[in-house]
């Protein structure tokens, strides 16, 4: 292996009173952050999928959509589409039984911070039955891909205010001897 290849460590975010927790994986942030790249100067999005922990206080996202053919966006500005997100969600369904646990999306040099209709988006969200989701998560990333990026999580719990989760620091790798 590269001795300068690192690899992407998992991101782990946890609410101030533990009960939300969310479990991003190394290489689900490396498609993120690709994503990202790919979209240059205007936002993009998606869905995540994965289960949650038998305590029901962690989501394991075990994947990221790409933005659907029929999403609509700017620089500052994202509604995601719909086309071939069924298929996607049933494949991922089938094959290791994750579901959908909330959205993600890119502000291009900004800070992650939701925008209102970020927020109210994921209300309607967490309250369409169809979804089945009342807990949704929003993930933004923010900054520069390519750089200093940087990534918040909220959990929207329905009919209730969004709740801000920290992200826990990366466990401190001991030095070689
Ligand atoms: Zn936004």
Redesign the pocket.
């Known amino acids: 292996m590269c001795p300068l290849w690192k690899p992407m460590p998992d991101l782990e975010f946890r609410s101030a009173d533990a009960r939300f927790g969310v479990h991003i994986p190394g290489a689900t942030v490396r498609r993120l952050l690709h994503l990202c790249r790919s979209s240059w100067r205007k936002?993009t999005?998606g869905i995540l999928v994965g289960v949650y922990s038998a305590a029901l206080d962690c989501a394991r996202v075990s994947a990221a959509s790409g933005s659907p053919v029929d999403s609509v966006r700017g620089p500052?500005?994202?509604q995601r589409g719909t086309r071939g997100l069924q298929r996607w969600l049933d494949r991922r369904w089938a094959s290791r039984g994750a579901h959908y646990l909330g959205e993600w999306?890119f502000?291009p040099y900004a800070a992650?911070?939701?925008?209102d209709?970020?927020l109210q988006q994921l209300e309607i969200i967490a309250s369409t039955a169809d979804y089945r989701c009342p807990e949704p998560i929003l993930l933004?990333v923010g900054g520069d891909p390519s750089g200093k990026w940087l990534v918040s999580a909220h959990v929207v719990p329905k009919s209730r205010d969004a709740v801000p989760l920290q992200r826990l620091k990366e466990p401190v790798e001991p030095e070689p001897r």
């Open positions: 936002e999005g500052s500005w994202f999306h502000h992650p911070v939701p925008s209709t970020d933004i």
